[in-house]
């Protein structure tokens, strides 16, 4: 099998990998599922949850105390707040999962239980019903969970709160929400306009967890895997130049050594990178040409600093949960990246001043 550096998706076994279990605190997680919790897991796009998520869930059922399914509920985004064609596909998306784990019909006999009734206890029951059957308790991990907006989020967000009292018996032991943003943070704008937070919807006791960009020593690890499988060798001087570029950002870390980097060469790779407009660099682009993100980011890149009151403390989170700007305590925010900094450069707006 030839191994190459991902950077289309989820990794795959075939993808040069830092182990996805070891990128966040495995036994803390495993602490919260003992102990039923419910959390968010979080982190700006590219990151690896998805590659994180799947390895917990082949881990869990490979160790056998639960039962993990993971689900992907991306596909409700489109019916916005039509909340009965989206609780409809999420039912749906989680019995595909169950299924294809356990090639049995249990998730599917929960799911025909549960036709007909108010689709604002369907999930709800679903879960229930589907929890009864088992004879482990179930662990759900919902990917994409911020695809969904405005009154399906908030029935799918009340729907969760309503059995979290029934756990694990009859409601799953721990659900992990995974997102960009942390779900218990977001204003959510329903059809009538009202405004509710994630939080008021989920308000059950839950932690969130960030994940991380690689550390120096992730991405030597990352970079000599290659060099182990096709005797190529990274040249030592270009190690410091790819933490400027990227400073561990996983996809730019990937992107960047697919061009088989020589420290002469770094800065064309760079410009190789956003030139193409691959799916990161067309998402960070798209946010950067966001007027509320552009009235954080530039004074930052500019190093006007500090905060300006005038701008929403919501702003600045955006950006951060975006992972475009840092934010550490007692350090001025700065630009997360080398390439992001040049993105910023390269936008059609007026750095110089401001
Ligand atoms: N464990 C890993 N080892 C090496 N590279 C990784 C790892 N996990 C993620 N990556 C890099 O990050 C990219 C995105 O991975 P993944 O799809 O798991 O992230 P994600 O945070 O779920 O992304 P999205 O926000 O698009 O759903 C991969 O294509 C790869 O470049
Ligand atoms: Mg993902």
Request: glycine share 6%; hydrophobic share 40%; with cysteine.
């Amino acid at each position: 099998m030839e191994r190459f550096f991902n950077t289309a998706g989820p990794q795959t076994p075939d993808s040069y990998t830092i182990d996805p279990l070891s990128r966040f605190d495995l036994e803390d997680v495993l602490l919260m599922i003992r102990q039923q919790r419910y959390f968010v897991m979080h982190a700006p796009r590219q990151t690896g949850k998805t590659s994180c998520m799947l390895a917990l869930r082949d881990y869990l059922n490979k160790k056998g105390d639960y039962i993990a399914v993971y689900a992907n509920v991306e596909g409700g985004q489109a019916s916005r707040n039509d909340k009965e064609t989206v609780v409809k596909s999420i039912i749906d998306t989680l019995t595909g999962a169950y299924r294809l784990v356990f090639k049995n019909d249990k998730a599917d006999l929960a799911r025909n239980a549960v036709q007909g009734l108010s689709v604002d206890s369907m999930l709800s029951q679903y879960l229930s019903l589907l929890c009864q059957s088992l004879e482990k308790p179930l662990v759900l991990i919902i990917d994409e969970i911020d695809a969904l907006v405005g009154d399906s989020l908030v029935s799918i967000l009340r729907q969760i709160r309503s059995g979290y009292a029934d756990r694990p018996k009859a409601f799953p032991q721990t659900i992990i929400l995974c997102g960009v943003r942390d779900v218990r943070d977001y204003r959510i704008v329903l059809s009538n306009q009202d405004i509710v937070t994630g939080g008021s919807a989920f308000n059950i006791k839950a932690t969130s967890l960030r994940l991380g960009n690689f550390s120096k020593e992730e991405i030597h690890e990352l970079y000599l895997q290659h060099t182990q499988e096709t005797g190529q060798q990274f040249d030592e001087a270009c190690f410091p130049m790819v933490w400027d570029a990227t400073e561990g950002q996983p996809w730019l870390v990937n992107a960047l050594a697919h061009d088989h980097i020589i420290p002469e060469m770094i800065d064309k790779a760079i410009e190789n990178i956003i030139y193409r407009r691959d799916t990161h660099i067309n998402h960070i682009l798209k946010l950067l040409n966001e007027p509320n993100v552009q009235k954080v980011v530039l004074p930052v890149y500019l190093n006007q600093e500090n905060i300006d009151p005038s701008i929403s403390i919501e702003d600045y989170d955006n950006c951060v949960e975006n992972g475009i700007i840092n934010r550490e305590r007692g350090k001025p925010l700065r630009i997360a990246n080398g390439i992001y900094k040049k993105l910023i450069s390269n936008l059609n707006v007026d750095t110089k001043t401001t």
